[in-house]
């Protein structure tokens, strides 16, 4: 069975930063397509960042520049570095797995940009 645990969020201020961790079990990350997505209160579901099984990377206009994804094959895990985060990267921020034909996020982890 395939799982994925989104660590890392907390309370931050504008301009702060953190560090997102997925732990991936069930997939090699190195052989899939691996995602960030967010949910912000009163708005839909989001996609923010992938990171493809050739290591390109792809980016939301509203964080790039200032996210970045990267994953780690040997503890097969996938990180999203936040810097300059904004009130509006409030959300819960989920790791998703896409594979052929559909995807699965697993739980996510809160993260609050507020002053």
Not at 40 to 49: D, H
Request: glycine content about 10%; aromatic content about 8%; proline content about 3%.
């Amino acid at each position: 069975e395939v799982q994925l645990q989104a660590s890392g969020g907390g309370s931050v201020q504008p301009g702060g930063s953190l560090r997102l961790s997925c732990v991936v079990s069930g997939v090699p990350v190195s052989k899939h397509r691996m995602s960030w997505i967010r949910l912000a209160p009163g708005k839909e579901l989001e996609w923010i960042s992938s990171i493809d099984r050739d290591s390109s990377t792809r980016y939301a206009d509203s964080v790039k520049g200032r996210f970045t994804i990267s994953r780690d094959n040997a503890k097969n895990t996938v990180t999203l570095e936040m810097n300059s985060l904004k009130p509006d990267d409030t959300a819960v921020y989920f790791c998703r797995w896409d594979y052929t034909g559909g995807f699965r996020r697993g739980q996510g982890t809160l993260v609050t940009v507020s002053s």
